[in-house]
Every structure is written in C-alpha cells, then in structure tokens.
C-alpha cells in the first residue's frame, strides 16, 4: 500500500548539484527505511543511500562526502542531494522503502526493500 514516486533527475554539469525527491503515500512512512538505488545504462542495479526512520544514514563508499540522503517524516518524502556530481554517476535513480520494527534501523541490501519508484533519470555532462 505504498507508492513511491522521484522526482528532480536531469542534465546537470560536472561538477554541480541535483536534489532528487521521493514521495511515498500512505500513513506510516516513519516506520520505513529508505533507500536510493541507480542503474547505469548496460550495468547492474547498484546502493547509494538509505536512511532509518529516526534519521540514521548510510552511504556507498563511491559517493561518501558528495551525496547526503534526508528525509520529512511530516511530508512522508525522502531526498537526494547529490553535489560534486561526475560522470560515473549518470544513471536512472531510484527510491525504494522497507518496512522496519525498529525506526534505528537502514538496509542497503536491495532484497530487503518491498516497494520502489519508477525511476528518475540524472545524466552527468563530461
């Protein structure tokens, strides 16, 4: 009973920022860890953030210190802000929730998330 949809994927210059958004229905998103996932066109679907309920954060080691994962529980909506952004980062972004028992915890395992985004395309120039 949730739905997940990003918003704020484009063309953006090496170098610059992009805040990707996700907003989820229903009633009890503080109950839901979040996560951002990319794909690179002709590669794998790959982690690049979650966040607990209450807050806690974690990152992939490719974009620690550019890319922070936030969200407002009174808004039920998740983002991405994405600075000194590169090439490699061009991919379809997508955001995922997993129903949590404990608002403390984040998974970056793909297969623990049970509802996704359709995806937002943010393309890097060179």
């Known amino acids: 009973q949730v739905q997940l949809v990003e918003s704020g994927g484009g063309l953006v210059q090496t170098g610059g920022s992009l805040r990707l958004s996700c907003a989820a229905s229903?009633?009890?998103?503080?109950?839901?860890?979040m996560g951002w996932f990319r794909q690179a066109q002709g590669k794998d679907r790959e982690f690049v953030a979650t966040i607990s309920g209450s807050g806690n954060t974690y990152y992939a080691s490719s974009v620690k210190g550019r890319f922070a994962i936030s969200r407002d529980n009174a808004k039920n909506t998740v983002y991405l802000q994405m600075n000194s952004l590169k090439f490699e980062d061009t991919a379809v972004y997508y955001c995922a929730a997993s129903w949590m028992r404990s608002s403390r915890t984040y998974t970056s395992r793909a297969g623990d998330y049970n509802y996704w985004g359709q995806g937002t395309q943010v393309t890097v120039s060179s």
């Open positions: 229903g009633r009890t998103f503080s109950s839901y860890a």
